[in-house]
């Protein structure tokens, strides 16, 4: 069974970078596209970019300037870096597995992130 | 404002059946797949559908999806209070160069 699992800290001051990893089993991360997708507080669904087991990536062009994902095939594990945060960024932040690009079938329980000071 | 259009909430008896519509245009339903999600509060969306029509191993022929040129809708019958939960829809937008959701719609059934 695929399994993901987001790990990073829940508290990031305004300003500083938030970074999070996505821990997979189940599964290689070298066979699919892997994803990060987040939620504000009663808000709807943001994509926030893919990352190939290659190391190749596409993102929201509305984060793209503040917004890194990078792979670690030896961890089977995937990472997401997002500069300069501000209370806008606070979020659920959920990793998922990319089937299709339209399809995202598996995902992680989600991390929540607040920023504050 | 998301460019997939969901209305904000549905409800319809147990039993019932219901509709939830998704509304796109030609840079988004119009030329890729859709697909749905089902999300319970304070829990991880799940998917529903794919690829406009299809069912994930697992998910019950309760639900169902179709598509029509720029909108696409998904389907469910004999519902249950189990069914209450926010539905999303999501498709590639090729003049975002990413991914929409729609806004979502919350299923009450009453």
């Known amino acids: 069974q695929v399994e993901l699992q987001e790990a990073g800290p829940r508290l990031v001051k305004p300003s500083e970078t938030l970074s999070l990893t996505c821990a997979v089993s189940?599964?290689?991360?070298?066979?699919?596209?892997w994803s990060w997708i987040r939620q504000a507080p009663g808000k709807g669904l943001e994509w926030i970019g893919y990352?190939?087991?290659?190391?190749?990536?596409t993102y929201n062009p509305a984060l793209e300037s503040r917004v890194s994902i990078s792979v670690d095939t030896s961890k089977n594990q995937f990472s997401l870096t997002l500069t300069s945060v501000t209370a806008a960024d606070t979020a659920v932040y959920y990793c998922?597995?990319?089937?299709?690009?339209?399809?995202?079938?598996?995902w992680g329980k989600g991390a929540a992130v607040t920023v504050s000071s | 404002q998301s460019v997939l259009t969901q209305p904000p909430s549905v409800s319809a008896a147990p039993g019932q059946k219901v509709a939830i519509s998704c509304s796109g245009s030609?840079?988004?339903?119009?030329?890729?797949?859709v697909s749905w999600y089902q999300q319970f509060p304070g829990t991880a969306p799940k998917l529903l559908i794919y690829d406009n029509d299809k069912r994930p191993s697992g998910i019950p022929d309760r639900f169902s999806g179709s598509k029509s040129d720029t909108s696409v809708t998904l389907g469910i019958t004999g519902l249950q209070t189990g069914d209450e939960a926010v539905y999303y829809c999501?498709?590639?937008?090729?003049?975002?160069?990413?991914?929409?959701f729609g806004g979502g719609t919350r299923l009450t059934v009453l």
């Open positions: 189940g599964t290689s991360i070298s066979s699919h596209y």
């Open positions: 990352i190939f087991y290659s190391g190749s990536t």
């Open positions: 999501g498709t590639w937008d090729s003049s975002l160069s990413g991914v929409a």
């Open positions: 030609s840079s988004n339903i119009g030329k890729n797949y």
């Open positions: 998922a597995r990319v089937a299709s690009v339209t399809r995202m079938d598996f």
